[in-house]
């Protein structure tokens, strides 16, 4: 059975920074590739950022480059996502699934993320 838990997320200041971890179980990670995604209040969820299985390659949503750095650790399943110069806008619920392009399974419950003075 297929498990994702995201953790990391909390209440941080315009400038902060968070570093989000992703823990897969029931699939062999290191077969996939992995990415990120976030789902803002009234908005579809998009992907932030995504990585290769054997972390070679990663790509990320414009508004992301030069702010978050996906990585990912496949002795341990788990994948990160280290988020800079947070922006209001960053505010949302972020979760992670495999696949590079589209996700593969059934998503977690997510780890809140909310950018506010």
């Known amino acids: 059975q297929v498990q994702l838990v995201e953790s990391g997320g909390g209440l941080v200041q315009p400038g902060g920074s968070l570093r989000l971890s992703c823990e897969a179980s029931g699939f062999t990670f290191s077969s996939y590739a992995m990415s990120w995604y976030r789902q803002a209040p009234g908005k579809e969820r998009e992907l932030v950022a995504g990585i290769t299985n054997g972390g070679g390659r990663t790509k990320y949503a414009d508004s992301m480059k030069g702010r978050f750095t996906i990585s990912r650790d496949n002795a341990k399943n788990t994948v990160y996502l280290q988020m800079n110069s947070l922006k209001p806008e960053d505010t949302a619920v972020y979760y992670c699934?495999?696949?590079?392009?589209?996700?593969?399974?059934?998503w977690g419950q997510g780890t809140q993320v909310t950018v506010s003075s």
């Open positions: 699934n495999a696949g590079y392009s589209s996700p593969l399974f059934d």
